[in-house]
Structure formats: structure tokens, C-alpha cells
């Protein structure tokens, strides 16, 4: 639980949290069966965004593909579609898309009308010889892409995932610490020691911290950097400062519940609820700016948020120490905060 499972984790959850919509299964419900069609079928199946699911003039045998779940997309391609396009300069397709899956939907369509936009361009050309001196001022636009420049979704999910899974680790473990010697009965033993409540918080954070630490080194120095070929252009003496805070922040979250619960039942559940907020609240799937206003205040006010932040922004942009100092003092708050409130909450019986 400590060491594999957030390593398999690392390596297998980037793989399925892509965004970049593949494989998407396309039923073509062709009437003209002319050489245009034909090109333009072909350009669709080479995009390699989509799978031809089915092929034939039946709009009803493709809807029905739809309903049996084994299509995504109809095209229908109507009759006479080559001669209206060279007699009449002009024809219509027809697409029907799937919208149970809205990312799909909505990604799946924007593809397949590029690519028939592309291929409409390609007709053009044929038939209409454009001037050789174009007296029509243009504006030409030229993309760069900072900081991931081949648009590989792994650079941009891997760091957040690697903040997610120490963040789990360490509150599960901290929030189940104390509850264990409540229930074996040894926090009694404890509490007739000599020793300060900080000082028993203290024994049991700095353990896990120590294992927050080695956990995100192997992610980030093994499976991040010789698996996704991901290296960090930043400093890591910053991003390792700013780990070392919120692990301090995030196993004082778990030392506070396990200090309420009085059962391991009672504080994984307690635990698990927070830490459903962390991941799907903190940015890690989603842009916080497209959140309602009340759901992106409950996400500022989650660690795990400001961690993804300055790992993506250190390891990607190479930002320093002055580009984040203002997330170190609202992480060294939510430090102190956490922490705080697990001292005062944890009773000490003389």
C-alpha cells in the first residue's frame, strides 16, 4: 500500500486520463459509392481518430449501431454527391453523433468536420485555380506551443497524479495512525508518559513524512522521468522545499481526523471523503476557471490544488522561487492550521 500500489498507479492511471479522444468508432451510410466518397471515407479512416465501425446505404442499420452501442458517429454521404459538387459547386452530408459521452460527442464531431472541411479544401483547389497575385490583404497566424510543445497530455497529467497519490497515501496512513492505538489500547500507555502533545504529534508525522518523500522521488526521478520521459526544467531545491510543507499540511489533515474517530472504519471513511474533494476539486482533470464560483472557493481552499500548481508550474515552466512564494505562504498556513488543530484536539490524560 505504501510503496507499490502508488507506482502501479502512476504508471497505469496517465494512460487512461487522456483527454485526446481516439478510436472512435464511425458508421458510414454511403448512396453515391463515387470516387469522391471513396476519398473522402479514406481520409477519414487514415486520420487515426477514427474506426470504421460499419459500412453501407442504410441509415437505419447505422442508427442501429448506435443503439447497440458499437458506433459513435453516422456520416451520411447523400446520392449524386460527386455530380452536384462538379455540376452544382455545392452539396450537404449528414451527421448524426452520439452525445451519451459529451467529451466524445463534442471532440469526436470537431474532427470529423476538419477533416471534411479539409477535404473540401483539397476540391477547391482542383476546380477553382486561385489568382496568382492575391491583391486581398491576409493575416497569416503562426502557432508556438511554450512549455510542452508536442501537446503530449502526459507532461500535464503525470506531475498532478504524482501529487494525488502522495497526498492519499499520506492522509490514509496519518488518519489511521492514531486510531490504531486507540484501539489496541496502547494510546492509554502513551498518554501517562511524560511526553507533550506535540511532541506525540511529532513522532507520528515525521515517519510519513519521511515516506511522502521517498514516494514522490521514485515517481518523479523513475517512473516519470524513464517512462514518460518527463524532466523536471525547474529547480527541484524549490520543488522539494514546497513538498516538504505540504506534506506536513496533508499528514496533519490525517493526524486531525484520526484524532476525532475512534475507529480505523470511522477515519478511512472521514479520510476517503476528503480526499475525493482533493482529486476531483484540485485542478487535476479539470481548469478550476470553468468551476461554478462556490465550487472553485472550496477548491482554493484544498492543498492538494496549490501542490499541482507549482509541480506543473516548477517542472514545466521552470518557475522559481519568486513565481510561487505566494503559494508557499498559503501552504506554510495550511500547515500550520492543520497541524495546530491536531495538538489542541488531541487529548492528553495525566
Known amino acids: 500500500m505504501i510503496f507499490i500500489a502508488p507506482i502501479l498507479q502512476l504508471l497505469i492511471l496517465p494512460l487512461a486520463a487522456d483527454y485526446e479522444v481516439k478510436n472512435i468508432n464511425i458508421s458510414i451510410v454511403d448512396h453515391d459509392h463515387s470516387t469522391y466518397s471513396q476519398q473522402l471515407i479514406s481520409k477519414i479512416t487514415a486520420s487515426g481518430y477514427f474506426q470504421l465501425a460499419d459500412y453501407g446505404n442504410s441509415f437505419q442499420q447505422a442508427l442501429e449501431q448506435i443503439e447497440k452501442d458499437k458506433s459513435d458517429i453516422i456520416l451520411e454521404i447523400p446520392d449524386r454527391f460527386e455530380e452536384n459538387l462538379i455540376r452544382e459547386n455545392a452539396n450537404e452530408l449528414f451527421i448524426a453523433v452520439n452525445a451519451i459521452n459529451g467529451v466524445k460527442a463534442s471532440l469526436g464531431g470537431v474532427y470529423l468536420n476538419q477533416i471534411i ?181 472550496i477548491a482554493r481552499s484544498n492543498p492538494v490544488t496549490y501542490f499541482i500548481e507549482v509541480v506543473r508550474m516548477v517542472i514545466l515552466k521552470g518557475s522559481g522561487f519568486s513565481d510561487i512564494k505566494n503559494h508557499f505562504l498559503i501552504m506554510i498556513g495550511f500547515a500550520g492550521l492543520l497541524n495546530g488543530l491536531a495538538i489542541w484536539n488531541y487529548r492528553k490524560t495525566s
Not at 472504519?265 to 479539470?286: D, H
Open 117 to 297: 472541411a479539409a477535404y473540401n479544401n483539397e476540391i477547391r483547389l482542383k476546380w477553382i485555380q486561385p489568382p496568382k497575385y492575391n491583391t486581398v490583404p491576409s493575416i497569416e497566424i503562426t502557432s508556438s506551443y511554450w512549455f510542452n510543445q508536442l501537446l503530449n497530455y502526459h507532461y500535464f497529467i503525470v506531475p498532478g497524479i504524482l501529487v494525488a497519490l502522495v497526498a492519499m497515501v499520506g492522509s490514509y496512513l496519518c488518519a489511521l495512525n492514531i486510531v490504531k492505538e486507540k484501539e489496541v489500547g496502547t494510546i492509554e500507555q502513551i498518554n501517562v508518559t511524560p511526553i507533550k502533545k506535540y511532541h506525540f504529534i511529532l513522532g507520528k508525522l515525521i515517519p510519513f513524512w519521511i515516506i511522502g518523500m521517498f514516494v514522490f522521488s521514485v515517481g518523479l526521478f523513475v517512473v516519470a522521468r524513464f517512462i514518460y520521459g518527463i524532466v523536471p526544467a525547474g529547480s527541484l531545491w524549490v520543488l522539494y522545499a514546497f513538498l516538504s510543507i505540504f506534506l506536513i499540511a496533508i499528514l496533519g489533515l490525517g493526524l486531525l481526523i484520526s484524532t476525532f474517530a475512534e475507529t480505523q472504519q470511522q477515519a478511512m471513511s472521514v479520510a476517503f471523503f476528503f480526499i475525493m474533494i482533493f482529486m476531483l476539486m484540485s485542478g487535476l482533470f479539470t481548469s478550476l476557471d470553468g468551476m461554478p464560483r462556490w465550487a472553485y472557493i
